[in-house]
């Protein structure tokens, strides 16, 4: 049994509170860059969790705690109460339950250290996200919340091309439908990266409290193969509301199964001496090529049956 409370740092020297408050305004600033519209400053901020991820994975969850206190409250000061609720439940949230699963970790009898897998982390991660995208999908059925949307588009649109306007707008209808599902994707991967930089840079100074966890002992929980299940049903026979909600929470779903079968590519690239080399390459061709993406998301969700993980791992 892995521990319910994760590890905690509890002696902090005179150094650490700067450190531990200084991460909190700076993590507020960065993403005060997203109300900007300036390029650099948008860049600056998509790395604005690094900073309290980089005070839990040090620190402990406690003192994550404060410095996510004062980076709410700077948030509050500068752009107000709407986007303090943004950023402290679509971005701190997902940062507090990472850290807290990944610090989880169980002693065993010859005082082996076991930590929380990486596959759970990401399946808590996972859950958490899918609320949020059932929230926003239920807000966009409230009132014409769907109809403003769709005219906001139509009019960004029609500021460069008022044909375009017309050519897309059906495209624009449908698009709509499923922006939830979008925006949960962009927010997994973005936490996940931040996490993962944060642990990466932790690391290399030797500061980090859990070592860094390989991809290939990457295996997520059953239930996201169940839940696949049943949204598939609930979609394709759902009607209305359930046929929307349905459908972005499915999107929101495939994240974990891409994780998975990134776990396979890690396990498959181990056969290569150069196997940072092939990643690398990988992973930039997935990015400039997102299509790629789709052959790793299927192994993902077929490896219970396809079994690679073990295949890959014989050779």
Not at 256 to 265: H, N, P, R, V
């Amino acid at each position: 049994m892995f521990v319910k409370r994760p590890l905690i740092v509890t002696t902090l020297s005179s150094k650490d509170w700067p450190q531990i408050l200084g991460r909190g305004v700076l993590s507020a600033l960065l993403f005060f860059g997203f109300s900007m519209g300036h390029p650099l400053w948008i860049m600056g901020a998509i790395f604005h969790q690094v900073p309290l991820f980089s005070v839990g994975l040090q620190y402990g969850v406690r003192n994550l705690l404060f410095s996510a206190f004062l980076s709410l409250s700077c948030v509050l000061v500068l752009n107000g109460i709407t986007h303090a609720l943004v950023y402290g439940l679509f971005f701190v949230g997902p940062c507090f339950l990472i850290t807290f699963q990944a610090l989880r970790h169980h002693t065993s009898a010859k005082n082996k250290v076991r930590w929380y897998p990486s596959g759970r982390i990401v399946a808590y991660l996972t859950a958490y996200i899918v609320g949020l995208t059932v929230l926003l999908s239920s807000a966009l059925l409230l009132g014409d919340n769907l109809q403003v949307l769709q005219q906001a588009l139509s009019k960004g649109l029609a500021q460069y091309n008022k044909n375009v306007e017309a050519l897309y707008q059906p495209f624009i209808a449908q698009l709509v439908l499923i922006l939830p599902a979008f925006f949960a994707s962009f927010l997994f991967i973005l936490t996940l990266i931040n996490a993962i930089f944060a642990q990466n840079i932790l690391e290399k100074f030797k500061c980090n409290i859990r070592p860094t966890p390989t991809m290939g002992e990457f295996e997520l929980p059953w239930w996201p193969w169940w839940s696949i299940a049943g949204l598939g049903v609930l979609a394709f026979f759902g009607k209305g509301g359930i046929e929307l909600i349905s459908l972005n929470v499915l999107g929101a779903l495939l994240n974990a199964f891409l994780m998975e079968g990134l776990a396979i590519i890690h396990i498959y690239a181990t056969k290569y001496e150069q196997r940072n080399l092939f990643l690398w390459i990988f992973y930039t061709l997935m990015v400039v090529f997102g299509w790629l993406a789709l052959p790793v998301l299927i192994v993902g969700i077929f490896e219970p049956w396809l079994n690679l993980k073990e295949r890959f791992g014989k050779i």
